[in-house]
């Protein structure tokens, strides 16, 4: 999924900011958001979360999933 992560941050920039999290190597984060699926995306603007998913998505998915949000 790594590079359809990529392409999607590229594409929606500056929009959108995707950032990846390892949370092997950052396990309070994985807390605090609850992930317990990896990958766990997490939309969020000024600190509020508005949608989820998980699972591997494409590129495509990506990007339609957090235009579908730009509204919001």
């Known amino acids: 999924?790594?590079?359809?992560?990529?392409?999607?941050?590229?594409?929606?920039?500056?929009?959108?900011?995707?950032?990846?999290?390892?949370?092997?190597?950052?396990p309070s984060l994985a807390d605090q958001f609850r992930v317990n699926t990896i990958p766990t995306l997490v939309?969020?603007?000024?600190?509020?979360e508005f949608d989820r998913i998980s699972g591997a998505r494409s590129e495509t998915d990506l990007v339609n999933w957090a235009e579908l949000h730009r509204a919001a």
């Open 43 to 48: 939309l969020m603007l000024h600190g509020r």
């Open 1 to 26: 999924m790594a590079p359809a992560f990529e392409r999607a941050a590229r594409r929606l920039e500056p929009a959108y900011r995707l950032v990846k999290v390892n949370v092997d190597e950052e």
